[in-house]
């Protein structure tokens, strides 16, 4: 009898992915778990490097081929306190952005709050990883993860949480990232050792925070807070409703492809929270 090949998952090592990851090396144990940064998980993907990854949303949007084969996700339904933008400047009068290299989704999302909203188009700029607000003389600055969390010294005309900007405008969640599956790749048994991996990561938080929170800089109840408050791990159907809505201004602004209007944002089975 011909051995089943280990189902290649990818996930990454932030603070907010490791609900979505506890024991799944455990759960999916005829799959194989590595970690790496969200850009090169979405690169990897497509590469066939991986079978299956948590990839960021715009990334899905990009090919119309993925599909989504959890109900497990990261998203928010308000403040999600680790994706910022500080303006210098009063919003309308930004015209220089400078973008955390950390998060694709991140950057289209403050990009379509920005141009949506107020019809501002900045001129875009990278900041490095490693690199801080000081570093640049951008109009606004996007940060993401624990930089975010703990804020940059200066004085901000503005200061944005796109989690709660979305939502208030939207009035709809946001989903930064989900798994998703690359065409013909058997991913029986996989979709439930992720919905289950999760279930128990939110049943163990208080554990989690209290390992994790050293490395972010934040007492154990910072870090339970942010896990427990600020992060949603359902893709229920507000959450679709959400990334559908972000699908629509990212392919009308050009961030997204306008066949990826034709995919079903709904894995199998999905709860309907």
């Known amino acids: 009898?011909?051995?089943?090949?280990?189902?290649?998952?990818?996930?990454v090592s932030y603070l907010n992915t490791k609900p979505l990851?506890?024991?799944?090396?455990?759960?999916?144990?005829?799959?194989?778990?590595?970690?790496?940064?969200?850009?090169?998980?979405?690169?990897?993907?497509?590469?066939?490097d991986l079978d299956i990854a948590l990839i960021p949303s715009i990334e899905f949007f990009q090919n119309p081929s993925y599909t989504i084969v959890s109900d497990a996700c990261i998203g928010c339904r308000g403040p999600v306190l680790s994706v910022k933008l500080f303006s210098r400047?009063?919003?309308?009068?930004?015209k220089t952005l400078a973008l955390d290299e950390g998060s694709r989704t991140s950057i289209a999302l403050v990009r379509t709050l920005l141009q949506e909203?107020?019809?501002?188009?900045?001129r875009l700029e990278s900041l490095p990883i490693g690199s801080t607000v000081k570093d640049t003389a951008a109009d606004a600055v996007l940060l993401i993860g624990d930089r975010a969390?703990?804020?940059?010294?200066?004085?901000?005309?503005?200061?944005?949480?796109?989690?709660?900007?979305?939502?208030?405008?939207?009035?709809?969640?946001?989903?930064?990232?989900?798994w998703v599956a690359r065409p013909d790749v058997d991913w029986t048994?996989?979709?439930?050792?992720?919905?289950?991996?999760?279930?128990?990561?939110?049943?163990?938080?208080?554990?989690?925070?209290?390992?994790?929170?050293?490395a972010v800089d934040l007492t154990n109840e910072e870090c339970l807070s942010y896990l427990r408050d600020n992060l949603y791990f359902y893709l229920g159907q507000r959450e679709q409703r959400g990334l559908d809505l972000f699908r629509r201004h990212a392919v009308h602004l050009g961030l997204a492809p306008p066949e990826c209007l034709d995919v079903s944002l709904a894995p199998a089975d999905f709860v309907k929270l």
Do not use: C, N
Not at 1 to 11: D, F, L, S
């Open 189 to 214: 048994g996989v979709d439930v050792a992720l919905s289950t991996a999760r279930d128990l990561g939110l049943e163990h938080l208080s554990e989690i925070a209290r390992a994790e929170a050293p």
């Open 21 to 48: 990851v506890y024991q799944l090396d455990k759960l999916a144990i005829e799959s194989e778990l590595m970690f790496d940064l969200p850009s090169r998980l979405a690169d990897r993907l497509a590469a066939s």
């Open 149 to 178: 969390i703990h804020p940059p010294e200066g004085s901000f005309a503005a200061t944005w949480d796109l989690g709660e900007e979305w939502q208030g405008w939207s009035h709809l969640p946001f989903v930064f990232a989900m």
């Open 89 to 94: 400047v009063p919003i309308a009068q930004i």
């Open 117 to 122: 909203r107020y019809g501002v188009v900045p």
């Open 1 to 11: 009898m011909v051995k089943r090949r280990k189902t290649k998952i990818g996930a």
